[in-house]
Structures are given as C-alpha cells and as structure tokens.
C-alpha cells in the first residue's frame, strides 16, 4: 500500500513482511519503489527510549526510513516557501506493526 501524504512529496509506504517459524523476512527498499532516487548510502540509527533526535534540516533529500525493531515517532514539518504545502506537519509513527 503506497499513500500520499499531506506534506508534497512525503510517501509512505507500507513494507512487506514474511513471516518464518526461524525469524522474520523484513523488506526494505527495491529499486521500482514509488519514490526511490537511487542509492547513496544507508546506516542505521539508534535512539534511546524517550529521547528526541532530530536530523538537521536538508534543502534537497530523499530518505528511506525503516524502522525494524522498536517505534519511532517522525515528525515532518514543509518549510519550502514554494510549496503548496508550506506550514503543514505530519505526525507518524513507524513500527514493524504499522
């Protein structure tokens, strides 16, 4: 399921699980997935429970979030003074369950 959001541009898609009786298949990101630019790199990212960590601001950046064990609430703000959709937030929470 790939939804557009209220922020322009903002894509969520919902990732495919495989379920196994020894662990698990999580599916991250394929090359014909609605909005992948390419590959750059990719980490990963730890945060303590109850903490804020927040990312710099970027003028220009497609990022593929995954969140494979835990939740994590993003929250998007669109400050692009071009964009039909400047001011709005978006509000979501990220888990292997949603």
Same mark, same amino acid.
């Given at each position: 399921? %790939?939804? @557009?959001?209220? /922020?322009?541009? @903002?894509?969520?898609?919902e990732?495919?699980?495989?379920?196994?009786?020894? =662990? #698990? /298949?999580?599916?991250?990101?394929?090359? #014909?997935?609605? =909005? !992948? +630019?390419? !590959?750059?790199? $990719? &980490?990963f990212?730890?945060? *303590?429970?109850?903490?804020?960590? $927040?990312?710099?601001?970027h003028?220009?950046?497609? @990022?593929?979030? /995954? %969140?494979?064990?835990? *939740?994590?609430? !993003?929250? !998007? &703000?669109?400050?692009?003074?071009?964009?039909?959709?400047?001011?709005?937030? +978006?509000? /979501?929470?990220?888990?292997?369950? +949603?």
């Open positions: 399921m %790939v939804e @557009l959001d209220q /922020i322009g541009g @903002l894509i969520i898609t990732l495919k699980q495989i379920p196994h009786p020894k =662990g #698990d /298949i999580l599916h991250g990101v394929k090359k #014909d997935d609605i =909005g !992948f +630019n390419g !590959f750059g790199e $990719a &980490y990212s730890t945060i *303590e429970t109850g903490t804020i960590k $927040a990312w710099k601001r003028e220009v950046m497609t @990022l593929n979030l /995954i %969140v494979p064990l835990g *939740e994590v609430r !993003f929250v !998007f &703000y669109d400050g692009r003074e071009e964009s039909k959709t400047l001011g709005l937030i +978006n509000d /979501i929470t990220i888990s292997r369950d +949603n």
